[in-house]
């Protein structure tokens, strides 16, 4: 099958349409705009990577002190910076290049429609010179017979036959001269054409290019996470759920036996060795009432308490 260039398809049949030129340009402009696009998204992924890996950074530092993820994803961040600036390079590079282009065939456009211009015009005062000649024949003509006028007549048809041969010259020399720039135009237009589909070839082939090696860092970044959970699922293998108790219990144990149960202490209990127990008050008796303390008699408190008392023998 016979290959599509734009040298081949993009003409028109009038001399001062641009349209071909214009629809060329026009895609250029759409395909600015996609690597443009292309080049904000992955600026801006960057940026994402970048502050995710600095999360990380952040969270391992307070959990457990690891830096291996969010190292791969600064890693991976740093690559994309990387990608987006030789996109920026290559759009510039081809801005450029097509600014000298686009100038250069404005110019032409601009000198072609002014030509193009100036010969209609000659054109258009070379017919009317012609008609002026023709009518002044004609006056010669049909006042062949009044001799009073003839040489009057005849000097004006002279001069009209001058004039409309000087308009004459000027239309073929405009129309030569726009022959020329014709040529030009259609020789700058093939070259034109060639070198803005070589840019779209390149353009596409390049951000084709990116946005696969930017779906490779994407897939390798998976891959890398992917083995750095495996090394933890490797450790969380060896993890045995008794030895580590038992070693938290050999490492940190206080006692093997619990505090006794507090007991009842009776403040005049016989048992308190701090102090001297305390005597109830002497109990003075006479012989002669019968108060006199006997040998085996029992000694009550004298604790002044309605609900408390206390024997001792």
Request: positive net charge; aromatic residues 8%.
């Given at each position: 099958m016979k290959q599509l260039h734009f040298k081949d398809n993009f003409w028109s049949n009038e001399l001062t349409s641009t349209v071909g030129y214009d629809a060329?340009?026009?895609?250029?402009?759409?395909?600015?705009?996609?690597?443009?696009?292309?080049?904000d998204f992955m600026k801006a992924r960057a940026g994402i990577e970048e502050k995710y890996a600095k999360d990380l950074l952040g969270l391992?530092?307070?959990?457990?002190?690891?830096s291996e993820m969010n190292l791969a994803h600064l890693q991976l961040a740093q690559s994309m910076r990387e990608?987006?600036?030789?996109?920026?390079?290559?759009?510039?590079?081809?801005?450029e290049a097509r600014k000298k282009i686009e100038q250069h065939m404005d110019a032409l456009h601009k000198q072609k429609a002014s030509q193009f211009k100036k010969t209609m015009d000659s054109k258009k005062i070379y017919e009317q010179k012609c008609r002026d000649k023709e009518e002044?024949?004609?006056?010669?003509?049909?006042?062949?017979?009044?001799?009073?006028?003839?040489?009057k007549l005849n000097a004006k048809a002279?001069?009209?036959?001058?004039?409309?041969?000087?308009?004459?010259?000027?239309?073929?020399?405009?129309?030569?001269?726009?022959?020329?720039?014709?040529?030009?135009?259609?020789?700058?237009?093939?070259?034109?054409?060639?070198?803005?589909?070589?840019?779209?070839?390149?353009?596409?082939?390049?951000?084709?290019?990116?946005?696969?090696?930017?779906?490779?860092?994407?897939?390798?970044q998976s891959v890398t996470s992917d083995e750095l959970y495996e090394e933890v699922r490797k450790s969380l293998e060896q993890c045995d759920i008794q030895e580590d108790i038992e070693h938290f219990v050999?490492?940190?144990?206080?006692?093997?036996?619990?505090?006794?149960?507090?007991?009842?202490?009776?403040?005049?209990?016989?048992?308190?060795?701090?102090?001297?127990?305390?005597?109830?008050?002497?109990?003075?008796?006479?012989?002669?009432?019968?108060?006199?303390?006997?040998?085996?008699?029992?000694?009550?408190?004298?604790?002044?308490?309605?609900?408390?008392s206390l024997v001792r023998n």
């Open positions: 060329i340009i026009q895609y250029h402009n759409e395909g600015k705009r996609t690597c443009k696009e292309v080049e391992s530092k307070k959990v457990c002190g690891h990608e987006v600036r030789k996109l920026e390079e290559f759009r510039e590079k081809q801005k002044a024949d004609q006056n010669v003509y049909r006042n062949t017979n009044n001799p009073k006028h003839i040489e002279q001069q009209a036959k001058l004039n409309a041969e000087e308009a004459d010259r000027l239309y073929q020399q405009n129309l030569s001269t726009l022959g020329n720039i014709r040529d030009e135009w259609l020789k700058e237009h093939v070259y034109s054409c060639e070198i803005l589909e070589k840019q779209a070839n390149d353009r596409i082939n390049f951000i084709r290019n990116t946005v696969w090696s930017h779906l490779n860092l994407l897939s390798q050999t490492l940190r144990r206080t006692g093997d036996k619990p505090p006794a149960p507090l007991v009842y202490e009776n403040f005049y209990s016989g048992h308190r060795t701090t102090h001297a127990p305390r005597m109830p008050p002497p109990v003075n008796r006479t012989q002669n009432g019968n108060n006199l303390c006997l040998e085996g008699d029992a000694i009550y408190s004298t604790v002044q308490d309605a609900g408390y």
